[in-house]
C-alpha cells in the first residue's frame, strides 16, 4: 500500500469512528442511522455532520479539468444527471452520464427498443427492476447488460462529484 493510500485509510477510518461516537451519544442520530436503507443514506447523513465517508478504496480524486477526460468536469445540481453522446452510428450509441443524486420519478420505468451495457466509473448507484425482488447496487467499475425491453429505474446516485457512467446502447443483429 503507497503511503498516500494508506493516509487516506487511516483518515476515513478516523472520520467513521468520529461518526460511530457521535451516534452511539446521540439517540436521535442512532434512529436516523437506522432508518438508512442503503450506503447512499449513510454517506448522506454523514456529510450532514460533517463527515465524508463516501469515497472507496481506491478512488483517487477527481480531476478538474482535461476536455478528454471522462472523469472530468463538474457535477451536475443534485437531482439531475447530464447525458453527453459520445459516438453515433445507426446501429449503437455510447454515452457519458453523470448524475448526481439522481433518481428516475416515482412511477417511471425505462423501457428501451435497444439493449444496454453500463460501466460505473466513478460513484455508485441502485437500481430497480420491474422483474426483481430486490434493488441491485452498482459500484466503480461494475459492468451490466440490460436486454432491450427490460424495464429498469434509477434509485439513487452519489452526492457530489456524483457518479459517471458509461452507456453503450445497441440493437441485436
Known amino acids: 500500500m503507497a503511503e498516500a493510500q494508506l493516509q487516506q485509510f487511516l483518515e476515513k477510518v478516523r472520520q467513521l469512528n ?25 454517506v448522506a447523513l454523514a456529510r450532514r455532520f460533517g463527515f465524508e465517508i463516501g469515497r472507496r478504496w481506491g478512488e483517487t480524486e477527481i480531476p478538474s479539468a482535461g476536455a478528454n477526460n471522462l472523469l472530468a468536469g463538474p457535477c ?44 460505473l ?3 455508485s448507484a441502485r437500481l430497480r427492476f420491474a422483474d426483481a425482488a430486490m434493488d441491485l447496487e452498482l459500484n466503480r467499475g461494475d459492468v451490466l447488460s440490460i436486454p432491450a425491453g427490460r424495464r429498469h429505474r434509477l434509485e439513487a446516485t452519489d452526492g457530489p462529484p456524483g457518479t459517471i457512467w458509461l452507456a453503450l446502447f445497441h440493437r441485436s443483429p
Open 18 to 42: 468520529a461518526f460511530v461516537a457521535l451516534a452511539q451519544a446521540d439517540p436521535d442520530l442512532q434512529r436516523e442511522l437506522r432508518d438508512c436503507a442503503s450506503h447512499h443514506d449513510v
Open 76 to 119: 451536475p445540481a443534485e437531482g439531475e444527471e447530464h447525458t453527453t453522446v459520445l459516438l453515433e452510428t445507426p446501429t449503437l450509441r455510447l454515452e457519458r452520464i453523470h448524475s448526481c443524486r439522481a433518481s428516475s420519478p416515482a412511477s417511471f420505468w425505462y423501457n428501451q427498443p435497444e439493449e444496454e451495457w453500463v460501466l
Open 121 to 123: 466509473l466513478q460513484g
